[in-house]
C-alpha cells in the first residue's frame, strides 16, 4: 500500500473541497482500500465521507424512489419502498458480495466499484486500465469472465455490479454534487464503454459526489426480479444475470425494461428484447423469441463463447420467472 | 469412567482456537522481530537482467532488500527426506534464473509490515524473460514410471466390450486459511523458526542443510496449523528467505506470504491428462484396465504421488499396464494434496467404470462388486481388512440407492435434471516409524509429547483420548503436546499416517508407563495392591485397581508420593512391520445426488453421503470434520476449482479467493458420514487405518457420475462448469 494520508468531513461541501484538491472519496472502503493493497489504486488522499447526510431512502414526487448515495447494500435491500416497489433492486443487492460486505458497502460506492478482470488487479500485468497505452492482457490471455459486449480493443472488462444492471434496467439516474454545481446523469449515460479510454469508466467530473440516485416510479401493477448466474451458490460475480421488469395489464406487456450482467463493459440494456415483449402476450415463446435477441452484437473472446447462449437462456429464464409461465 | 476412545469429543483445543489464543506460525511473539516481504517474479522463465532496489532502501524503516546480487551464497549442502522429490530443489535468491512465475527474487526486510510492503512494491526488477513452456500434451516427458501384469494389450483385443477415455484434471491449489509464515530467529549458529508445516523433521533437516549446520542446531516449532492440506509437507524457499533475512539483518525475521504468493511456488495438486481402456465380458467382468496419464512437474524436480495404487488393485483385473509420465514445464514443484494421486486417478477409473455401467446397462454397484478382489491382485497379498462391500450396501441403503431410475436424464425437477452417482475409493493405509514421551506426575497427571503437528484432524485431542485410556485417566487430566523438533520424531503429518503411527506410538508410551505404575505397586509392600499379579490389576479414576475387586487398589498420587517419586517417565515407540503380511487400505463409498440447471449450465450437490472402511474411529466427531470437509474439498475439486495459467507467461490469473473459487456453504447442504464399527488389528496396534485421505478419494467422480445420470452428458474433464454443459 502507498502512504497516504486520511481526512474524515461532515458536509458536502467540505468534501467537494477536498475532492477538488485531490481527494478520493472513501465510503464503506470495501474495496477501494482493496485495490489499494494491491496497489493497483493508490490515492495521496482519502476523503472519508461516511457521515455526510446521504443515508435515506425517500419517496418522491413522482411516485419513484431516491437512494442516498450511503444508503448501505444490506440496508437498501431491506426498505420496504424498495422492496414493495423494486423487488430487482432489492434481489439484486441481496445476490451480492456477502452480508459481511453488504453491511459496510454502499450504493455510491457500489456503483463506483471498478472491474474485476484479474489483470486489472495484478500491477504486474499490462493493463489499459490501470496503465493507459501498456495494452490489454485479457485480450489474448484469460477472458473468461469478459465482456461480449461493448469492448474495444483497448478494454473488454466487465462492470461487475449488479445494483447497476437493475438500475440500468429501470432507467434510473445519478445525481451528482460538484464544484460547479448540481447535475444529473441518466444512468445508461453514467458508465461509460471503454472505447479508447478505458480507463474513463464513469461521467463524474474531478472531484464530484454521487448524492443519490434515482429510480422512476413503474405502474403499479409491475413485477420484477433479478436472476444471477454463477458457477457457485453465493458470494460470486455474475457469469450472467438479468434484470427484468414487466407490467402486464390485460394479458399483454404494456411495459418492458430488460438489462443484462456479466456480459457487458457497462449493464447492457436490451432494448431489443424489450421492443420484441411490448404489446404481446406472454408466453414461453414470446420469452425465448425476445430472449433470442439478447446477445445481439456480441463479440465473445477465446473463452467466454459461452456467454452468448448463457446470456439468451438467463434471460429467457427470467423473463418467465417474472412474466409467467403461460 | 467411560472410554475415551470412540466418543465424540469436542477438540481439547477448540477454546483456545475460537478465542484466538492458539498461536499459529505468524502469531508467535518474538522480540525485536523485523518483517520481510518477498517481491515475486513477473515472468516466467528466464534471467533476472537487473534489480533496483534505490527506492526501496530510501523507505523509512528499511533494513535491507536482498537479492540474487547481494543475498550470501548458501551452502545448500544435498538433502533427502522420503518427501522431497529427485532433482534439485530451488536455491533461492542464488543465482539470475526465474524457473517459474512468482519465484522469489528478493526480499524487502523493514521494521514494521506496512514499510516492507510497500518497499516491497517499489523494488524493481528487470527481466530477459522467454515464453514459458506450460502446456502438458506434446512436452516431451520424463522416463515413465510403469507396471504390467498378464497381457493388457492382448486382453483388450479380445475383449466383448471395449472402451477408451481421456479425462483430464485441472491444477488446483491447497487454499489453506492459514497462510505460510516462518519466523527465524539466530542465536550465533543456532536456528530457530516458528513455521507453518507438518513435518518438523523436514523443516530441520532441510534447513540445517541448506545453511550446512548440524541438524541440532536447528529448532523447528509449530504448535498450530490453521490447515495445510499437505503443502506444508515440504520446506519451501519462503523458509530459507526468512532464515538468510534474519542472518543478513541479525534480526529475528518474519515473512508471511501473501494470497497471492500462496499460489506460487509452495504446491499444487498437478494438472493431468489420464486415459484409460478397459475390457471386459458383457457381464461386466473386467479383463484388462490400461492407464496411460501424464502429469505436470518441474524443470527442477520430478513429483511423483500415489497415482499407480488404485489401477492395481481396486478391481480383480487379470491384465493391467500402466504408464505414468511427468512432464517437467517452466512451473513450480507440484505437491501432494489431500488424496495425492488417489483422487485423480479415482476420478479417471471410477468414471470410466460408471461409463462401462451405463454402456452394459449392469447397475454401477453390481459392476463394482462383480469385480471384487479375493486378494490383493497387485502384492498377492490378503487384505488386512477390505470390508468395501459393505461400505456400498449400507451407502446403497442410506442413500435411496434403489429409488434412482436408472435410465440418463430421466428424474426431473422443475427446470433441474436430478441425478445420484457413486464411486469407490480406497487409500493405502501409510505407517511410519514414531516414538512419544509420556510422564505420569505425583499429582496423578499425564504429560505426552511427540513431534507431530496437528493441521485441523484434531491430533491433540485423539492422542489425548489414547492416553486418556490407556492410563485412567480423564481427558482433563491429560496433556498432550506437539509441534517441537525437540520433541520424540514422528513421520510427516500427511497420507493419514498420523493416527497410526504416533497414536500406536502413544498407545505404547502409556502402556509402559502404565505397566510401570502397575509393577511399583504390586511390589510395594505398602501398597494395597502388593502382591496381586499385575496382569489382574487395572487402571481408572486415575489410579489402579483389582479387576475384580475394585474397591482395593490406589491413585497413582498415593503410589509416587508413598514412593517419594516426583513422576514416572518412558519413551514409547511404533514401529511398522519390515515386510507386511496384508495389504491395508481404508476404503470408501460415495454417493452424491446433484441438480443441474441445464439451460443455465449449472450444477449443485443437493446432498452427499460417504461410506468408510477406515479401521477403529477414535473420534467420530473429528472423523466427521475429515469426512465433511473431504466432500467440500471434492465439491470444489468436481465444479470449482481451477488454478489459471496464462499460457504466455505463466501467470496464475486467478491467484486470489475471488476468482480461485472454493465452495461456499451454499454450496454444501447436506452431507453425511457413516463408519464402519469395529477395527483392523492387523493394521497397527491401535486398529486405525487412516481417514484424512481416502474420504477426498471418490468424491469427484461420485459428483461427475452424477451429472452424467442427470444429463446424459459425459463431462470428462475437471472442473466441470457451465461451458461443459451448456
Ligand atoms: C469479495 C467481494 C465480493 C463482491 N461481490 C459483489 C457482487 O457479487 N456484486 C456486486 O455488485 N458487488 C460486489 N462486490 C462489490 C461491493 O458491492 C463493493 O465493494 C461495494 O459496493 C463498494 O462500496 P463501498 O461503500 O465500500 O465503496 P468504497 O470502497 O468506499 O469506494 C469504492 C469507490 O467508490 C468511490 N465512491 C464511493 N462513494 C462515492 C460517492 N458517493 N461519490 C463518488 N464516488 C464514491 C470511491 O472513491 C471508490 O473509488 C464485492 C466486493 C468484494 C470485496
Ligand atoms: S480487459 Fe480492461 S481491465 Fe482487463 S486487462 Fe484489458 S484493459 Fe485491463
Same mark, same amino acid.
Request: aromatic content about 6%.
Given at each position: 500500500?502507498?502512504?497516504?494520508?486520511?481526512?474524515?468531513?461532515?458536509?458536502?461541501?467540505?468534501?467537494?473541497?477536498?475532492?477538488?484538491?485531490?481527494?478520493?472519496?472513501?465510503?464503506?472502503?470495501?474495496?477501494?482500500?482493496?485495490?489499494?493493497?494491491?496497489?493497483?489504486?493508490?490515492?495521496?488522499?482519502?476523503?472519508?465521507?461516511?457521515?455526510?447526510?446521504?443515508?435515506?431512502?425517500?419517496?418522491?414526487?413522482?411516485?419513484?424512489?431516491?437512494?442516498?448515495?450511503?444508503?448501505?447494500?444490506?440496508?437498501?435491500?431491506?426498505?420496504?419502498?424498495?422492496?414493495?416497489?423494486?423487488?430487482?433492486?432489492?434481489?439484486?443487492?441481496?445476490?451480492?458480495?456477502?452480508?459481511?460486505?453488504?453491511?459496510?458497502?454502499?450504493?455510491?460506492?457500489?456503483?463506483?466499484?471498478?472491474?474485476?478482470?484479474?489483470?486489472?488487479?495484478?500491477?504486474?500485468?499490462?493493463?489499459?486500465?490501470?496503465?493507459?497505452?501498456?495494452?490489454?492482457?485479457?485480450?489474448?490471455?484469460?477472458?473468461?469472465?469478459?465482456?461480449?459486449?461493448?469492448?474495444?480493443?483497448?478494454?473488454?472488462?466487465?462492470?461487475?455490479?449488479?445494483?447497476?444492471?437493475?438500475?440500468?434496467?429501470?432507467?434510473?439516474?445519478?445525481?451528482?454534487?460538484?464544484?460547479?454545481?448540481?447535475?444529473?446523469?441518466?444512468?445508461?449515460?453514467?458508465?461509460?464503454?471503454?472505447?479508447?479510454?478505458?480507463?474513463?469508466?464513469?461521467?463524474?467530473?474531478?472531484?464530484?459526489? @454521487?448524492?443519490?440516485?434515482?429510480?422512476?416510479?413503474?405502474?403499479?401493477?409491475?413485477?420484477?426480479?433479478?436472476?444471477?448466474?454463477?458457477?457457485?451458490?453465493?458470494?460470486?460475480?455474475?457469469?450472467?444475470?438479468?434484470?427484468?421488469?414487466?407490467?402486464?395489464?390485460?394479458?399483454? @406487456?404494456?411495459?418492458?425494461?430488460?438489462?443484462?450482467?456479466?456480459?457487458?463493459?457497462?449493464?447492457?440494456?436490451?432494448?431489443?428484447?424489450?421492443?420484441?415483449?411490448?404489446?404481446?402476450?406472454?408466453?414461453?415463446?414470446?420469452?425465448?423469441?425476445?430472449?433470442?435477441?439478447?446477445?445481439?452484437?456480441?463479440?465473445?473472446?477465446?473463452?467466454?463463447?459461452?456467454?452468448?447462449?448463457?446470456?439468451?437462456?438467463?434471460?429467457?429464464?427470467?423473463?418467465?420467472?417474472?412474466?409467467?409461465?403461460? | 469412567?467411560?472410554?475415551?476412545?470412540?466418543?465424540?469429543?469436542?477438540?481439547?483445543?477448540?477454546?483456545?482456537?475460537?478465542?484466538?489464543?492458539?498461536?499459529?506460525?505468524?502469531?508467535?511473539?518474538?522480540?525485536?522481530?523485523?518483517?520481510?516481504?518477498?517481491?515475486?517474479?513477473?515472468?516466467?522463465?528466464?534471467?533476472?537482467?537487473?534489480?533496483?532496489?534505490?527506492?526501496?532502501?530510501?523507505?523509512?524503516?528499511?533494513?535491507?532488500?536482498?537479492?540474487?546480487?547481494?543475498?550470501?551464497?548458501?551452502?545448500?549442502?544435498?538433502?533427502?527426506?522420503?518427501?522431497?522429490?529427485?532433482?534439485?530443489?530451488?536455491?533461492?535468491?542464488?543465482?539470475?534464473?526465474?524457473?517459474?512465475?512468482?519465484?522469489?527474487?528478493?526480499?524487502?526486510?523493514?521494521?514494521?509490515?506496512?514499510?516492507?510492503?510497500?518497499?516491497?512494491?517499489?523494488?524493481?526488477?528487470?527481466?530477459?524473460?522467454?515464453?514459458?513452456?506450460?502446456?502438458?500434451?506434446?512436452?516431451?516427458?520424463?522416463?515413465?514410471?510403469?507396471?504390467?501384469?498378464?497381457?493388457?494389450?492382448?486382453?483388450?483385443?479380445?475383449?466383448?466390450?471395449?472402451?477408451?477415455?481421456?479425462?483430464?484434471?485441472?491444477?488446483?491449489?491447497?487454499?489453506?486459511?492459514?497462510?505460510?509464515?516462518?519466523?527465524?530467529?539466530?542465536?550465533?549458529?543456532?536456528?530457530?523458526?516458528?513455521?507453518?508445516?507438518?513435518?518438523?523433521?523436514?523443516?530441520?533437516?532441510? #534447513?540445517?542443510?541448506?545453511?550446512?549446520?548440524?541438524?541440532?542446531?536447528?529448532?523447528?516449532?509449530?504448535?498450530?496449523?490453521?490447515?495445510?492440506?499437505?503443502?506444508?509437507?515440504?520446506?519451501?524457499?519462503?523458509?530459507?528467505?526468512?532464515?538468510?533475512?534474519?542472518?543478513?539483518?541479525?534480526?529475528?525475521?518474519?515473512?508471511?506470504?501473501?494470497?497471492?504468493?500462496?499460489?506460487?511456488?509452495?504446491?499444487?495438486?498437478?494438472?493431468?491428462? /489420464?486415459?484409460?481402456?478397459?475390457?471386459?465380458?458383457?457381464?461386466?467382468?473386467?479383463?484388462?484396465?490400461?492407464?496411460?496419464?501424464?502429469?505436470?512437474?518441474?524443470? /527442477?524436480?520430478?513429483?511423483?504421488?500415489? $497415482?499407480?495404487?488404485?489401477?492395481?488393485?481396486?478391481?480383480?483385473?487379470?491384465?493391467?499396464?500402466?504408464?505414468?509420465?511427468?512432464?517437467?514445464?517452466?512451473?513450480?514443484?507440484?505437491?501432494?494434496?489431500?488424496?495425492?494421486?488417489?483422487?485423480?486417478?479415482? /476420478?479417471?477409473?471410477?468414471?470410466?467404470?460408471?461409463?462401462?455401467?451405463?454402456?452394459?446397462?449392469?447397475?454401477?454397484?453390481?459392476?463394482?462388486?462383480?469385480?471384487?478382489?479375493?486378494?490383493?491382485?497387485?502384492?498377492?497379498?490378503?487384505?488386512?481388512?477390505?470390508?468395501?462391500?459393505?461400505? #456400498?450396501?449400507?451407502?446403497?441403503?442410506?442413500?435411496?440407492?434403489?429409488?434412482?431410475?436408472?435410465?440418463?436424464?430421466?428424474?426431473?425437477?422443475?427446470?433441474?435434471?436430478?441425478?445420484?452417482?457413486?464411486?469407490?475409493?480406497?487409500?493405502?493405509?501409510?505407517?511410519?516409524?514414531?516414538?512419544?514421551?509420556?510422564?505420569?506426575?505425583?499429582?496423578?497427571?499425564?504429560?505426552?509429547?511427540?513431534?507431530?503437528?496437528?493441521?485441523?484432524?484434531?491430533?491433540?485431542?485423539?492422542?489425548?483420548?489414547?492416553?486418556?485410556?490407556?492410563?485412567?485417566?480423564?481427558?482433563?487430566?491429560?496433556?498432550?503436546?506437539?509441534?517441537?523438533?525437540?520433541?520424540?520424531?514422528?513421520?510427516?503429518?500427511?497420507?493419514?499416517?498420523?493416527?497410526?503411527?504416533?497414536?500406536?506410538?502413544?498407545?505404547?508410551?502409556?502402556?509402559?508407563?502404565?505397566?510401570?505404575?502397575?509393577?511399583?505397586?504390586?511390589?510395594?509392600?505398602?501398597?494395597?495392591?502388593?502382591?496381586?499379579?499385575?496382569?489382574?490389576?487395572?487402571?481408572?479414576?486415575?489410579?489402579?485397581?483389582?479387576?475384580?475387586?475394585?474397591?482395593?487398589?490406589?491413585?497413582?498420587?498415593?503410589?509416587?508420593?508413598?514412593?517419594?517419586?516426583?513422576?514416572?517417565?518412558?519413551?514409547?515407540?511404533?514401529?511398522?512391520?519390515?515386510?507386511?503380511?496384508?495389504?491395508?487400505?481404508?476404503?470408501?463409498?460415495?454417493?452424491?445426488?446433484?441438480?443441474?440447471?441445464?439451460?443455465?449450465?449449472?450444477?449443485?450437490?443437493?446432498?452427499?453421503?460417504?461410506?468408510?472402511?477406515?479401521?477403529?474411529?477414535?473420534?467420530?466427531?473429528?472423523?466427521?470434520?475429515?469426512?465433511?470437509?473431504?466432500?467440500?474439498?471434492?465439491?470444489?475439486?468436481?465444479? #470449482?476449482?481451477?488454478?489459471?495459467?496464462?499460457?504466455?507467461?505463466?501467470?496464475?490469473?486467478?491467484?486470489?479467493?475471488?476468482?480461485?473459487?472454493?465452495?461456499?456453504?451454499?454450496?454444501?447442504?447436506?452431507?453425511?458420514?457413516?463408519?464402519?464399527?469395529?477395527?483392523?488389528?492387523?493394521?497397527?496396534?491401535?486398529?486405525?487405518?487412516?481417514?484424512?485421505?481416502?474420504?477426498?478419494?471418490?468424491?469427484?467422480?461420485? $459428483?461427475?457420475?452424477?451429472?452424467?445420470?442427470?444429463?446424459?452428458?459425459?463431462?470428462?474433464?475437471?472442473?466441470?462448469?457451465?461451458?461443459?454443459?451448456?
Amino acid at each position: 500500500m502507498f502512504p497516504f494520508s486520511y481526512t474524515k468531513v461532515s458536509t458536502v461541501r467540505e468534501a467537494l473541497a477536498a475532492g477538488q484538491r485531490g481527494g478520493r472519496f472513501i465510503a464503506g472502503g470495501t474495496t477501494l482500500v482493496d485495490l489499494m493493497r494491491e496497489t493497483v489504486e493508490r490515492p495521496g488522499a482519502l476523503v472519508d465521507i461516511s457521515a455526510l447526510p446521504m443515508r435515506h431512502v425517500r419517496v418522491t414526487a413522482g411516485g419513484g424512489v431516491r437512494i442516498g448515495a450511503l444508503v448501505r447494500m444490506a440496508d437498501a435491500a431491506v426498505n420496504r419502498t424498495v422492496r414493495a416497489a423494486y423487488p430487482v433492486i432489492a434481489e439484486a443487492l441481496e445476490l451480492s458480495a456477502s452480508a459481511q460486505l453488504r453491511n459496510m458497502a454502499t450504493i455510491g460506492g457500489n456503483i463506483m466499484q471498478r472491474t474485476r478482470c484479474a489483470y486489472f488487479r495484478d500491477v504486474s500485468a499490462p493493463c489499459n486500465k490501470r496503465r493507459p497505452g501498456s495494452g490489454c492482457a485479457a485480450l489474448g490471455g484469460y477472458n473468461r469472465t469478459h465482456a461480449i459486449l461493448g469492448g474495444s480493443e483497448h478494454c473488454v472488462a466487465t462492470h461487475p455490479s449488479d445494483l447497476a444492471v437493475a438500475l440500468t434496467a429501470l432507467e434510473a439516474t445519478v445525481h451528482l454534487a460538484g464544484p460547479a454545481g448540481e447535475r444529473r446523469v441518466a444512468f445508461a449515460d453514467f458508465l461509460l464503454r471503454p472505447g479508447n479510454t478505458p480507463d474513463r469508466e464513469q461521467d463524474l467530473r474531478p472531484g464530484e459526489l @454521487i448524492t443519490f440516485v434515482e429510480v422512476p416510479a413503474l405502474p403499479r401493477t409491475s413485477r420484477s426480479g433479478y436472476l444471477k448466474v454463477r458457477d457457485r451458490q453465493s458470494y460470486e460475480f455474475a457469469l450472467t444475470s438479468a434484470a427484468v421488469a414487466l407490467d402486464i395489464r390485460g394479458g399483454v @406487456i404494456r411495459t418492458a425494461r430488460v438489462a443484462a450482467g456479466g456480459v457487458g463493459t457497462v449493464p447492457w440494456k436490451l432494448s431489443a428484447v424489450e421492443q420484441q415483449l411490448v404489446g404481446r402476450r406472454p408466453s414461453a415463446k414470446l420469452w425465448a423469441e425476445a430472449a433470442e435477441r439478447a446477445a445481439d452484437g456480441a463479440q465473445p473472446l477465446e473463452h467466454n463463447g459461452f456467454k452468448v447462449d448463457l446470456l439468451k437462456h438467463t434471460v429467457e429464464r427470467q423473463l418467465r420467472v417474472v412474466g409467467g409461465n403461460k | 469412567m467411560n472410554q475415551a476412545v470412540g466418543a465424540p469429543l469436542s477438540r481439547v483445543d477448540g477454546k483456545l482456537k475460537v478465542t484466538g489464543q492458539a498461536p499459529y506460525a505468524a502469531d508467535h511473539h518474538v522480540d525485536g522481530v523485523a518483517h520481510g516481504v518477498i517481491v515475486s517474479s513477473t515472468v516466467g522463465a528466464g534471467r533476472i537482467t537487473g534489480v533496483d532496489t534505490g527506492s526501496a532502501l530510501a523507505q523509512p524503516g528499511v533494513l535491507s532488500v536482498i537479492t540474487h546480487d547481494n543475498a550470501p551464497r548458501l551452502p545448500y549442502r544435498p538433502y533427502r527426506n522420503f518427501l522431497v522429490p529427485p532433482g534439485e530443489r530451488l536455491h533461492v535468491l542464488q543465482d539470475d534464473q526465474v524457473h517459474f512465475f512468482g519465484q522469489p527474487v528478493a526480499v524487502v526486510v523493514a521494521e514494521t509490515l506496512e514499510a516492507a510492503q510497500h518497499a516491497a512494491s517499489l523494488v524493481d526488477v528487470a527481466y530477459d524473460g522467454r515464453p514459458p513452456t506450460l502446456d502438458l500434451t506434446g512436452a516431451p516427458t520424463n522416463e515413465p514410471f510403469s507396471y504390467a501384469r498378464g497381457d493388457a494389450g492382448g486382453a483388450l483385443g479380445s475383449a466383448a466390450v471395449r472402451l477408451e477415455m481421456t479425462y483430464r484434471a485441472a491444477r488446483n491449489h491447497h487454499n489453506a486459511l492459514e497462510p505460510h509464515a516462518t519466523i527465524a530467529l539466530w542465536d550465533g549458529d543456532r536456528l530457530t523458526v516458528w513455521d507453518k508445516t507438518q513435518y518438523l523433521v523436514g523443516a530441520q533437516g532441510e #534447513l540445517a542443510a541448506v545453511f550446512d549446520i548440524p541438524v541440532e542446531a536447528v529448532r523447528v516449532i509449530c504448535p498450530f496449523i490453521g490447515g495445510a492440506f499437505g503443502n506444508g509437507l515440504r520446506c519451501w524457499p519462503h523458509t530459507v528467505v526468512a532464515a538468510l533475512a534474519a542472518r543478513v539483518t541479525k534480526r529475528p525475521v518474519k515473512v508471511v506470504l501473501t494470497r497471492r504468493q500462496l499460489y506460487f511456488g509452495v504446491g499444487y495438486r498437478p494438472t493431468y491428462e /489420464y486415459s484409460v481402456r478397459l475390457g471386459g465380458d458383457r457381464q461386466g467382468r473386467l479383463s484388462a484396465m490400461t492407464h496411460d496419464a501424464r502429469f505436470e512437474t518441474s524443470r /527442477y524436480e520430478r513429483h511423483g504421488e500415489g $497415482i499407480q495404487a488404485l489401477g492395481q488393485m481396486l478391481y480383480e483385473t487379470p491384465n493391467v499396464s500402466q504408464t505414468f509420465r511427468n512432464v517437467p514445464l517452466d512451473v513450480s514443484t507440484p505437491t501432494w494434496m489431500r488424496g495425492p494421486g488417489y483422487s485423480t486417478a479415482a /476420478y479417471a477409473i471410477e468414471s470410466a467404470l460408471d461409463e462401462l455401467a451405463h454402456e452394459l446397462g449392469v447397475d454401477p454397484i453390481e459392476l463394482r462388486l462383480r469385480n471384487e478382489p479375493d486378494d490383493d491382485p497387485a502384492s498377492g497379498l490378503p487384505f488386512s481388512t477390505r470390508r468395501l462391500r459393505e461400505c #456400498l450396501a449400507i451407502g446403497a441403503r442410506e442413500f435411496g440407492w434403489h429409488k434412482r431410475k436408472p435410465e440418463p436424464r430421466s428424474t426431473v425437477d422443475g427446470d433441474r435434471l436430478i441425478g445420484i452417482g457413486m464411486a469407490a475409493g480406497a487409500y493405502h493405509t501409510l505407517r511410519g516409524a514414531a516414538r512419544a514421551y509420556a510422564r505420569l506426575t505425583a499429582e496423578g497427571a499425564a504429560l505426552v509429547q511427540a513431534g507431530a503437528s496437528d493441521m485441523g484432524p484434531g491430533t491433540y485431542t485423539s492422542m489425548t483420548q489414547i492416553a486418556a485410556d490407556a492410563l485412567g485417566l480423564t481427558m482433563s487430566t491429560v496433556r498432550f503436546e506437539l509441534g517441537d523438533s525437540t520433541m520424540p520424531q514422528v513421520p510427516p503429518h500427511g497420507g493419514s499416517q498420523t493416527m497410526a503411527s504416533v497414536g500406536s506410538a502413544v498407545q505404547n508410551a502409556c502402556d509402559q508407563l502404565r505397566q510401570q505404575a502397575i509393577t511399583l505397586a504390586v511390589t510395594d509392600e505398602r501398597s494395597p495392591l502388593h502382591g496381586v499379579k499385575a496382569e489382574d490389576v487395572i487402571v481408572r479414576d486415575g489410579g489402579m485397581r483389582v479387576k475384580n475387586d475394585p474397591t482395593r487398589g490406589e491413585t497413582y498420587r498415593q503410589l509416587l508420593t508413598r514412593l517419594n517419586r516426583t513422576h514416572l517417565e518412558v519413551i514409547g515407540s511404533y514401529a511398522p512391520p519390515q515386510q507386511p503380511r496384508f495389504s491395508t487400505y481404508a476404503y470408501a463409498a460415495t454417493f452424491a445426488e446433484v441438480a443441474v440447471d441445464a439451460r443455465l449450465g449449472v450444477v449443485r450437490v443437493r446432498r452427499m453421503l460417504g461410506v468408510y472402511d477406515a479401521g477403529r474411529i477414535v473420534n467420530p466427531k473429528l472423523a466427521d470434520s475429515q469426512a465433511l470437509g473431504a466432500m467440500v474439498g471434492g465439491i470444489g475439486m468436481t465444479l #470449482l476449482e481451477h488454478t489459471v495459467t496464462d499460457r504466455r507467461d505463466g501467470r496464475i490469473v486467478n491467484a486470489n479467493f475471488a476468482d480461485y473459487l472454493v465452495p461456499v456453504n451454499a454450496d454444501v447442504p447436506d452431507l453425511r458420514a457413516i463408519y464402519l464399527e469395529g477395527n483392523d488389528p492387523d493394521a497397527d496396534p491401535i486398529g486405525v487405518k487412516g481417514l484424512g485421505e481416502v474420504v477426498m478419494v471418490g468424491v469427484a467422480p461420485a $459428483i461427475a457420475n452424477a451429472v452424467f445420470h442427470a444429463t446424459g452428458r459425459r463431462v470428462r474433464e475437471l472442473p466441470i462448469t457451465a461451458e461443459a454443459l451448456l
